[in-house]
């Protein structure tokens, strides 16, 4: 049977306009070429990477009860991901995040959060009934929701990994008990300690300062193509990242997170789990796209 991982997080539909610079002032721009609508959002890229690196997945989110939440879920469904815990909001609307896309990058993004910010309690105790094997969220939501989410999983005694995308300080996650394995990237590492990520002394300055916050039992630093820095209380190590270009990270750190999940609770190794999280990650990062970037189980291994 397939170890089950359960993520929590923002399920959007990102809305693609090319345009040749972004507005301020009031100033009208024109988009040219045609937009796009593609499915997006933290714990949907989470659940999606979880599910091709071999996992079954489940996603406890918040749509509108709309057209766009009824494509969104359908978007999921097709990816794998067992939408039963997605919860159809009857006043919110589906959450959006519209991409300025200037010929040499993003130019801005407009964020509307909508039925994302209606995450809640039952929402999340309904999705621990199905006993999952791994529970996975990040910062983006509601501090109440994510200290009941933590409560459930010493309740079932499940491993709890945290994302710590969406941290603003080191209120963000003082108090939270029941994290076992905490994974940051460098922008959110300085958020919650103040150190930069610029040499393996800071690094293992920063998992220091993260233990004195939280009883961790990992800690596993994103260092970008850097690769990445795991702790355990006594032992650390960089793994290298594989020696690929990269063209887009919109889903690249999500992917790490997801296909970690999956490999770590496949084997109980944060070690191996952070390898192939670093293989899934290059490979995302090297295509272009959200759903579409992120790479199978097959592909991992491949290039591993």
């Known amino acids: ?29 024109c988009s040219k070429d045609r937009y796009m ?5 933290s714990g949907a890229y989470t659940a999606v990477a979880a599910k091709r690196a071999g996992a079954s997945s489940i996603l406890c989110s918040r749509v509108g009860e709309d057209e766009t939440g009824l494509r969104l879920i359908e978007h999921l469904r097709e990816a794998g991901v067992d939408v ?3 919860t159809a909001d009857p ?17 801005g993004k407009i964020s509307y959060a909508g039925a994302n910010a209606c995450l809640n309690c039952e929402n999340l105790e309904f999705a621990f009934s199905r006993y999952p094997d791994l529970f996975t969220t990040d910062l983006r939501i509601n501090r109440s929701v994510l200290k009941y989410a933590a409560e459930l999983t010493r309740i079932q005694s499940v491993p709890f990994v945290l994302d710590a995308s969406g941290a603003i300080d080191s209120g963000s996650i003082v108090g939270l008990m029941g994290v076992d394995i905490l994974v940051a990237n460098e922008e959110s590492v300085e958020k919650l300690t103040g150190v930069r990520l610029s040499t393996t002394d800071n690094c293992l300055r ?23 820095y795991i702790y355990d209380g006594t032992y650390c ?3 290298m990242s594989p020696n690929l270009q990269s063209v887009d990270t919109t889903a690249e750190h999500e992917c790490f997170v997801g296909t970690f999940c999956a490999h770590f609770i496949d084997n109980k190794d944060v070690y191996y789990a952070t390898k192939y ?8 990062a090297s295509r272009v796209g959200g759903f579409v970037s992120l790479p199978t189980d097959e592909d991992i291994r491949k290039l591993l």
């Open 1 to 29: 049977m397939k170890n089950t991982i359960l993520s929590a997080g923002n399920a959007t539909m990102d809305v693609l306009l090319n345009v040749p610079f972004a507005p301020h002032d009031g100033r009208l721009v």
């Open 37 to 41: 609508f593609t499915p997006g959002g």
């Open 84 to 86: 039963n815990c997605i």
């Open 91 to 107: 006043k919110a609307q589906t959450a959006l995040e519209v991409y300025l896309l200037e010929e040499y990058g993003l130019g």
């Open 206 to 228: 920063a998992c220091i300062a993260l233990c004195d916050m939280l009883p961790l039992k990992f800690v596993v630093l994103k260092l970008g193509d850097r690769g990445a």
């Open 237 to 239: 190590e960089l793994l």
């Open 277 to 284: 999280a670093l293989a899934a990650s290059s490979i995302c």
